[in-house]
């Protein structure tokens, strides 16, 4: 069974009505026990305290009673309770209780009575996959930048160079890769003059390949499909009839393109130079303004997008032809710190943490020992451990 874990964020507190002139900011710490903030386990009580960081001063006012509000990702009311409040010359608070059923981020607002002040808090709740079994998937010797497991073999890219390890063997694939990416059991690789497709077959690895016209701009890949976007052509190939098929096209002007493109089964979305654009493969595309946006990579259909203070947005393109939207990643403002990786990958506390794609929500996942190595894709996480053991968790 997933458990959620819980992670404290931005606390902001205002008074209503208009306040009495004496109005503190940042006051005294608060007398009532601390709840520490951090990880917790579904269906076990979180404790939130709403500390008194601002209140309005009424002198030897003493709150009644606490009128508690708690709305979860889906802004639909969460069950709860709450301690008496606690009052003092300092102010008011109270501790509210709950049991989050699904990650997101929850929303506190408690009311003091006889109207002596409002506090509202954001909490972000995360889905718990540490107690999740991994799949052991090989020993690669090598150190590698990125290791993505496809049946019994596990390829390793390094400085451009493709290993596949398999029975304790090891074979190069490419000396001249550009681009190593895998979902559901499926890797494509992109080296400088040709598309490879790799998928397991009659017990085995089979490869497929085609030839790249204009092999010089972003791609991005679903396990069935994969688009080179060149400067001046869209190169689509597709598995039909068990092999690849290409199709080439001119309906772009792709000049100042970033290093990702998100690829669904009838549109794909890219970054061009301050602009996020977004074309269908039936014609037609069209670009939206989007100044400040750098681009991470793509995993799939997301385009994973951070701006200049650090925050983490996607821009994910649709299968269902209804234009992308760019939506805001909730991340908590301290404790995370950013794992160098070409998609959104945090630590916290020791535990790795990344971005579901559909709803946003964040997954937390096993502590593991010795890592050398952690690639994220659509449909996998995968460690890679300093004795070489490759270990993948299925998303």
Known sequence: MRRLFLLGAALLVACSPPPPPDCFFGGPTSSVPEVAVGYRLAHTRLAVELPRTEFCFVADAVATSATVELFDPDNLPVANTHSAPSSSNTGFSTIVSFTPEKAGL??????????????????????????????????VPTVCEEVHPVGDTVFCLKSGVVQAWRDGGMEVVSSTARRLD???????????????????????????????????????STPRHYLELGRSVVEDIRVVDGGLTRSSSLPLEATGLGGALALSDNSFGWLSEQALCFASFDGGSRCVKAEGLLPMKASGDSLWLADGAGRIKQWRVLSDGRPPELRSVSTPTSGFV?????????????????????????EAWPLRSLVSTVTVTSTHVVFRQTNGEVTSYRR
Request: hydrophobic residues 40%.
């Open 338 to 362: 950013t794992v160098s990786s070409p998609y959104p990958l945090f630590l916290w506390e020791g535990r790795y943490v990344t971005i579901r794609e559909g709803d946003l929500a964040l």
């Open 106 to 139: 929850y929303h506190l607002r408690v009311t003091f009575e006889p109207t002596l002040g409002t506090a509202r808090r954001d909490t972000i709740v995360v889905d718990d996959r540490t107690a999740e079994l991994g799949e052991l998937r090989g020993v």
């Open 182 to 220: 895998s979902s559901a059991d499926v890797a494509w690789l992109r080296d400088a003059t040709r598309v490879s497709r790799f998928d397991v077959a009659d017990g085995g690895l089979r490869r497929m390949e085609v030839g790249l016209t204009e092999p010089v701009a972003p791609s991005g």
